[in-house]
Nanobody
């Protein structure tokens, strides 16, 4: 079955950096566009970033473009999210999933997510 295991979250001050990882299994990872979503308290889960399967071309939400960088390692079935210059509004639980057009999650299954808290 499809599984995602996210890690790397934590508490960081504004302006700081974190790198998230997501290990995926249960599907042919290299064939799918992969991405990150986040859910802030009291809000719906929203798209953050995606990376194509072959071209590795990235797409970003406007709110993170220029600060976040998505990458993938098909040999490890892992997708990463490098987050720089973090802001208070980046506080959320971060999840990964495969991404279908335009930016909807491909699978119904979700991992436990990883908490990112930006606070001074």
């Amino acid at each position: 079955q499809v599984q995602f295991v996210e890690s790397g979250g934590g508490l960081v001050q504004p302006g700081g950096s974190l790198t998230l990882s997501c290990a995926a299994s249960g599907f042919t990872f290299s064939s799918y566009r992969m991405g990150w979503y986040r859910q802030a308290p009291g809000e719906e889960r929203v798209f953050v970033a995606a990376i194509n399967s072959v071209t590795t071309y990235p797409n970003y939400a406007d709110s993170v473009r220029g600060r976040f960088t998505i990458s993938r390692d098909n040999a490890r079935n892992t997708v990463y999210l490098q987050m720089d210059n973090l802001k208070l509004e980046d506080t959320a639980v971060y999840y990964c999933n495969a991404v279908s057009n335009p930016y909807r999650p491909q699978f119904d299954s979700w991992g436990q997510g990883t908490q990112v808290t930006v606070s001074s």
